[in-house]
């Protein structure tokens, strides 16, 4: 797709998009034709999506069980077949295993969310383009 129309897609500007082409920091690939156009080359994921919830400490263990409902509910709307559930109990500045292992897997396509607070409440956009520029991408439900 045209870099003007992945820009669009992303929410940031044609010129903002253009600046990240020239200085080598596209999140994604891309590719400029000798007719000066510039062509992304979005990445086409295969393999697991990820349903990932979490709370922060375990007292709010219904919570989780009612966020792992959500999310179920709305695999089965989508049409899943495949897909794996994680939930986890840890406060959002403390490492957290089972996030970090899917983070590191390779074969997680796809991490969809109730909440983008789920996964991290201020590095969203970075977290969201690391993932982007290797063919991943997030969802979030709310």
């Known amino acids: 797709m045209k870099l003007s129309d992945w820009a669009r897609k992303q929410g940031v500007s044609y010129l903002t998009a ?3 082409f020239k200085a080598g920091k596209l ?3 891309a590719r400029q034709l ?10 086409r994921a295969q393999g697991r999506t990820v349903l990932y919830t979490r709370v922060s400490g375990p007292h709010q263990k219904a919570d989780l069980e009612r966020q792992v409902e959500r999310l179920l509910a709305w695999a089965k709307a989508q049409g899943l077949g495949d897909y794996q559930v994680v939930a986890e109990v840890g406060s959002a500045s403390r ?6 292992a899917l983070l590191r897997d390779p074969d997680v396509a ?3 969310v109730l909440r983008k607070e789920a996964l991290t ?17 997030l969802e979030v439900l709310e």
């Open 110 to 112: 796809r991490i969809v």
């Open 18 to 20: 253009w600046r990240w």
């Open 27 to 29: 999140p994604v690939p």
């Open 121 to 137: 409440a201020f590095a969203w956009p970075l977290l969201e383009a690391a993932l982007q520029g290797c063919g991943r991408r």
């Open 34 to 43: 000798p007719s000066g156009t510039i062509l992304v080359e979005e990445p």
């Open 95 to 100: 490492r957290r295993g089972k996030l970090l």
